[in-house]
């Protein structure tokens, strides 16, 4: 089970999607990661709340204006490690 949110638009997009994620993160979930778009693509995540996720964002920022946000939650795989099974090699 995950939540999925994306935006595109004129002004720096990772603080719009924290917030969409916050705002799903009563369903429970266990880790989250945003994704954005200014030339390169710029990946960060963090396993727990979404306010982890804030703490990594602070120490290593991104920016862009296009970008996806993602929660989850683990239910098949190892909660701690904040891996999806596709990208372990364990799961294939």
């Keep these: 089970m995950c939540g ?8 720096e997009v990772y603080p719009i999607l924290l917030e969409c994620l916050q705002r799903l993160e ?6 989250s990661g945003v ?3 200014n030339g390169n693509l710029n990946v960060r ?15 290593s920022p991104i920016d862009g ?3 996806i946000g993602h929660t ?6 190892e909660r701690h490690r ?7 090699g364990r799961h294939r």
């Excluded at 999925?4 to 002004?11: A, L, P, S």
């Excluded at 989850?72 to 795989?77: E, F, G, L, N, V």
């Design 72 to 77: 989850r939650w683990a239910t098949a795989w």
């Design 4 to 11: 999925i949110v994306g935006f595109t638009g004129w002004r």
């Design 65 to 67: 204006p296009t970008g």
């Design 45 to 59: 995540k963090a396993v727990g709340r979404i306010a982890e996720l804030r703490k990594v964002l602070v120490q």
């Design 35 to 37: 994704a954005t778009v």
């Design 26 to 31: 009563y369903r429970g979930y266990d880790s």
């Design 82 to 88: 904040g891996e999806r099974p596709s990208a372990s």
